[in-house]
């Protein structure tokens, strides 16, 4: 069974920075992309970040290019995504998730991923 589990959300101000975790558990995720998500109240939930466990290579929304970095410990099976420069337009419940079928471009469309944490809370007041 695949947990995700993240943690590190909070409160913030405008302009500030927070670190998302996300902790694996269940199976090897060699083989695996991870992605992170967001959704606001009354909107549909979207594609933030994505990182090949596999190569390395990842993606972002245009929206946090430069600001977001997502990235990944083996060892540790946790994925992380470090969101600098946040603004109040960030404030969402973040997810994680766990795509099954990894590539060369982690995908960006939230129907490639199998399995979801329960979220976490951020906050980016102005």
């Known amino acids: 069974q695949v947990q995700l589990v993240e943690s590190g959300g909070g409160l913030v101000q405008a302009g500030g920075s927070l670190r998302l975790s996300c902790a694996a558990s269940g199976r090897t995720f060699s083989s695996y992309a991870m992605g992170w998500f967001r959704q606001a109240p009354g909107k549909e939930r979207e594609f933030v970040a994505a990182?090949?466990?596999?190569?390395?290579?990842?993606n972002y929304a245009d929206f946090v290019k430069g600001r977001f970095t997502i990235s990944r410990d083996n060892a540790k099976n946790t994925v992380y995504l470090q969101m600098n420069s946040l603004k109040p337009e960030d404030t969402a419940v973040y997810y994680c998730?766990?795509?099954?079928?990894?590539?060369?471009?982690?995908?960006?469309?939230?129907?490639?991923?199998?399995?979801w944490g329960q979220g976490t809370q951020v906050t980016v007041s102005s």
């Open positions: 998730a766990a795509d099954p079928t990894d590539s060369v471009r982690p995908a960006r469309s939230r129907y490639e991923y199998n399995y």
């Open positions: 990182i090949s466990w596999r190569y390395g290579n990842t």
